[in-house]
């Protein structure tokens, strides 16, 4: 079993900056990918960003050259780094981890953008 929980969210102004992340525990042998999701208030959930075991990264377009993600193998870690933040980047930003073929995903965590 595989727990994900994800942090570091809360309430930032536009233009500014938050750094979240997504911290896997449990019976993991190597994580296949992470990826961050969101899902606003009324809306579907979104893809954001993921990375694989081999680095490779994928953003959505809106939120290329703006955020950032990155891992910490030796934790098990995955973090975004969000920048140029926008009221329309505020969502419930979620999680998920691959491990031997299976997602495991965590309960989120808020990010408001406001002024």
């Known amino acids: 079993q595989v727990h994900v929980v994800e942090s570091g969210g809360g309430l930032v102004q536009p233009g500014g900056s938050l750094t979240l992340s997504c911290a896997a525990s449990?019976?993991?042998?190597?994580?296949?990918?992470s990826g961050w999701y969101r899902q606003a208030q009324g809306k579907q959930r979104e893809f954001v960003a993921d990375?694989?075991?081999?680095?490779?990264?994928n953003y959505e377009d809106s939120v290329k050259g703006r955020f950032t993600i990155s891992r910490d193998t030796a934790k098990n870690t995955v973090y975004l780094q969000m920048s140029s933040l926008n009221p329309e980047d505020t969502a419930l930003y979620f999680c998920?981890?691959?491990?031997?073929?299976?997602?495991?995903w965590g309960q989120g965590t808020q990010v408001t953008v406001s002024a």
């Open positions: 990375i694989t075991s081999r680095g490779r990264v």
């Open positions: 998920d981890v691959v491990v031997n073929y299976k997602a495991y």
């Open positions: 449990g019976t993991i042998d190597s994580i296949a990918s």
